[in-house]
C-alpha cells in the first residue's frame, strides 16, 4: 500500500520562502520518479516539478525555475520542494505524486502518476 503524505504548507510573504516535504510509505520508492503538482483556485492542477529514482534528471515547469528545488532522499523514503522568492501566484494547492512506473527520468504529466497525496495547503501573501 503506497501512501504518500505532504507537509509544510502554510502562509507565507511575497519573498519569503517555505520547504514542503512529502512521506512516502510502500515499496519500491527508490525506484520511482516523484513529482509536485499544484491546484490554486478555480484552475486545473499543473506540473510543478520532478525528480528521478536516481536525482539525476530533473525538471521544472517555467514559473519556478530559479526559485524552486526539488530533492529526494531514498533513505528517508522522503521528497522535499523547496521554495524561495514566493509569489502571490504560487498559492495553491500542492501534491506529492509518485509516477506510475519504475525509474524512468522526468515526468511532466498527470497521466504518469499513479499515487498522490492529500495536498497541503501555500497561501503566499502579498
Known amino acids: 500500500q503506497v501512501q504518500l503524505v505532504e507537509s509544510g504548507g502554510g502562509l507565507a510573504q511575497a519573498g519569503g520562502s517555505l520547504r514542503l516535504s512529502c512521506a512516502a510509505s510502500g515499496r519500491a520508492f527508490f525506484t520511482t520518479t516523484m513529482g509536485w503538482f499544484r491546484q490554486a483556485p478555480g484552475k486545473e492542477r499543473e506540473f510543478v516539478a520532478c525528480i528521478s529514482w536516481s536525482g539525476d534528471s530533473i525538471g521544472y515547469t517555467d514559473s519556478v525555475k530559479g526559485r524552486f528545488t526539488i530533492s529526494r532522499d531514498n533513505a528517508k523514503n522522503t521528497v522535499y520542494l523547496q521554495m524561495n522568492s514566493l509569489k502571490p501566484e504560487d498559492t495553491a494547492i500542492y501534491f506529492c505524486?509518485?509516477?506510475?512506473?519504475?525509474?524512468?527520468?522526468?515526468?511532466?504529466?498527470?497521466?504518469?502518476?499513479?499515487?498522490w497525496g492529500q495536498g497541503t495547503q501555500v497561501t503566499v501573501s502579498s
Open positions: 505524486a509518485r509516477a506510475r512506473n519504475l525509474y524512468g527520468g522526468t515526468k511532466v504529466q498527470e497521466q504518469e502518476y499513479a499515487y
